[in-house]
């Protein structure tokens, strides 16, 4: 009948079909979302679900304000940034607003990929060598120079033995499960400064030093303190650059902070930016000093078709709005606070939480065997996420080991939506999986 929808498995048969198989999907059997609105999902049953996952929606799905904005300004004009118009400009100037003075120049491409790929060419260029060092357990991006970045094994299990020559890298720096723990956690940035300068007097010293300022990946542990002054520092000692990815932390999820690297005390040489800046509309920024942007000269012009066209920097300003209007970090921390709170009485009771990690509504629940051993609980992690699902919550597993609930909804949770999570998580976790 071709006016039913196909059959779900139908449907699946033809994305695996016409649609790269690598591109996977979340669930062995996903439900069909026909439409969200705020922090909240529905299938094609009419089915609700709550919406623990999607940090790129920073508004909430289905904002009417920026719908407005899109189809107004469609109508009205779309075109490059070659051409003279006024909201790439106001972009750009409430970018470099939200940030420290010296960051006054900004690019405006399309992802968190091609944000990263350019910082790295800025650092490159500025710099005139090509040495880079990242830190392991991050994903980056996509293109060859993000992916070359991206040491987690969960996106690339040969992530670390594929990398060129180029990229060196340095530990983790996990608090709660990696090389030092606790309060030895202090050492990392003392021994990734040493590998800055080690490679410096090996005559490579290094172009750039690229991380997350709060460590995604790892489900959201904060860098211990004095990790980025300490890498910075030896940095800029051997003339390299300072990238920090703010792709996925920045924005106000954190909740203390707008940026990331707020919460380390240091300015940044060069900011990426994509996800939450657009909302889900495919947006990306870099933020730089003026001379680190002029030196991308030496590689030619740059020009991004559709970075900073007029529909774009609308959504990009429109977001800003609603984030400001709606104070929606007020609300990441508010509401964060109380979830952390809900998922820690969680901890007290249910052993298999080794941690709970993160800030505002960037939340990690670490899952283990044992507390002692730590060892990663990943195959339950899994199955927690497949029975929340069918009790109408998505949220997936994060980090290396797949055993961390990443948690990082919408910015516009409310307390009630929270309970719900906390009260779903709590049933699994005391009914089984
Ligand atoms: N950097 C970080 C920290 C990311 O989390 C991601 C996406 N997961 C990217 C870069 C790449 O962004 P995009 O998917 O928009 O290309």
Same mark, same amino acid.
């Given at each position: 009948?071709?006016? =039913?929808?196909?059959?779900?498995?139908?449907?699946?048969?033809?994305?695996?079909?016409?649609f790269?198989?690598?591109q996977e999907?979340?669930?062995?059997?996903?439900?069909?979302?026909?439409?969200?609105?705020?922090?909240?999902?529905v299938?094609? =049953?009419?089915?609700?679900?709550?919406?623990?996952?999607?940090n790129?929606?920073?508004?909430?799905?289905?904002?009417?304000?920026?719908?407005?904005?899109?189809?107004?300004?469609?109508?009205?004009?779309?075109?490059?940034?070659? @051409?003279?118009?006024g909201?790439?400009?106001?972009?750009?100037? /409430?970018? *470099?607003?939200?940030?420290?003075?010296?960051?006054?120049?900004? @690019?405006?491409?399309?992802? +968190?990929?091609?944000? !990263?790929?350019l910082?790295?060419?800025?650092a490159?260029?500025? *710099?005139? /060598? =090509?040495?880079?060092?990242?830190?392991?357990?991050?994903?980056?991006?996509?293109?060859y120079?993000?992916d070359?970045?991206?040491t987690?094994?969960?996106?690339?299990?040969?992530?670390?033995?594929?990398?060129?020559?180029?990229?060196?890298?340095?530990?983790?720096?996990?608090s709660?499960?990696?090389?030092?723990r +606790? $309060?030895?956690?202090a050492?990392?940035?003392?021994?990734?400064?040493?590998?800055?300068?080690?490679?410096?007097?090996?005559?490579?010293?290094p172009?750039?030093?690229?991380?997350?300022? @709060?460590y995604?990946?790892?489900?959201?542990?904060?860098?211990?303190?004095?990790?980025?002054?300490? !890498?910075?520092?030896?940095?800029?000692?051997?003339?390299?650059?300072?990238?920090? #990815?703010?792709?996925?932390?920045?924005?106000?999820?954190?909740?203390?902070?707008?940026?990331?690297?707020?919460?380390?005390?240091?300015?940044p040489?060069?900011?990426?930016?994509?996800?939450?800046?657009?909302?889900?509309?495919?947006?990306?920024?870099?933020?730089?000093?003026?001379?680190?942007?002029?030196?991308?000269?030496?590689?030619?012009?740059?020009?991004?078709?559709?970075?900073?066209?007029?529909?774009s920097?609308?959504?990009g300003?429109?977001?800003?709005?609603?984030?400001?209007?709606?104070?929606?970090? #007020?609300?990441?921390?508010?509401v964060g606070?109380?979830?952390r709170?809900?998922?820690?009485?969680?901890?007290?009771?249910?052993?298999?939480?080794?941690?709970?990690?993160?800030?505002?509504?960037?939340?990690?629940?670490?899952?283990?065997?044992?507390?002692?051993?730590?060892e990663?609980?990943t195959?339950?992690?899994?199955?927690?996420?497949?029975?929340?699902?069918?009790?109408g !919550?998505?949220? =997936?597993?994060?980090?290396?080991?797949?055993c !961390?609930?990443?948690?990082?909804?919408?910015?516009?949770?409310?307390?009630?939506?929270?309970?719900? @999570?906390a009260? $779903?998580?709590?049933?699994?976790?005391?009914?089984?999986?």
């Amino acid at each position: 009948d071709p006016g =039913q929808p196909p059959a779900d498995q139908d449907l699946l048969d033809r994305r695996d079909r016409a649609f790269a198989g690598v591109q996977e999907h979340y669930y062995d059997e996903p439900p069909r979302i026909e439409r969200g609105w705020r922090h909240h999902l529905v299938d094609t =049953q009419g089915r609700g679900y709550l919406d623990m996952l999607n940090n790129v929606t920073v508004l909430g799905h289905g904002h009417p304000a920026l719908s407005d904005a899109v189809h107004r300004q469609w109508r009205r004009l779309n075109t490059n940034s070659r @051409f003279h118009y006024g909201s790439v400009v106001e972009l750009s100037e /409430r970018l *470099t607003a939200l940030l420290p003075a010296e960051l006054d120049t900004v @690019f405006l491409v399309n992802s +968190g990929s091609e944000a !990263v790929d350019l910082a790295l060419r800025l650092a490159w260029a500025a *710099t005139g /060598r =090509q040495d880079t060092v990242a830190v392991e357990e991050a994903y980056h991006g996509w293109t060859y120079a993000g992916d070359a970045v991206s040491t987690s094994v969960a996106d690339n299990p040969n992530a670390l033995s594929s990398r060129p020559g180029w990229v060196h890298t340095v530990a983790a720096p996990n608090s709660y499960r990696g090389r030092h723990r +606790g $309060a030895e956690a202090a050492r990392y940035g003392p021994e990734a400064a040493a590998r800055i300068t080690e490679l410096a007097a090996q005559g490579r010293p290094p172009a750039a030093f690229l991380c997350e300022p @709060f460590y995604g990946n790892a489900g959201g542990i904060p860098l211990p303190d004095g990790y980025l002054r300490e !890498v910075y520092e030896a940095t800029r000692a051997v003339g390299g650059l300072c990238i920090a #990815d703010e792709v996925q932390v920045g924005y106000g999820r954190l909740g203390t902070h707008f940026w990331g690297f707020e919460q380390q005390g240091v300015i940044p040489d060069v900011v990426t930016v994509a996800k939450a800046m657009g909302n889900g509309h495919p947006l990306g920024a870099v933020i730089t000093r003026r001379e680190i942007a002029d030196a991308y000269r030496s590689q030619g012009y740059f020009f991004s078709s559709a970075g900073g066209s007029p529909v774009s920097s609308v959504v990009g300003l429109t977001v800003l709005d609603v984030l400001r209007d709606e104070r929606l970090q #007020d609300n990441a921390l508010a509401v964060g606070d109380h979830l952390r709170g809900r998922l820690e009485e969680l901890a007290a009771r249910h052993p298999l939480i080794g941690a709970v990690h993160g800030s505002g509504l960037y939340l990690g629940v670490e899952f283990v065997r044992d507390r002692e051993s730590k060892e990663p609980a990943t195959e339950e992690t899994a199955a927690i996420c497949d029975r929340l699902r069918e009790l109408g !919550v998505i949220v =997936q597993p994060t980090s290396d080991r797949q055993c !961390v609930l990443k948690i990082k909804p919408p910015l516009c949770l409310t307390r009630r939506s929270a309970d719900v @999570f906390a009260a $779903a998580l709590d049933d699994v976790l005391t009914h089984g999986w």
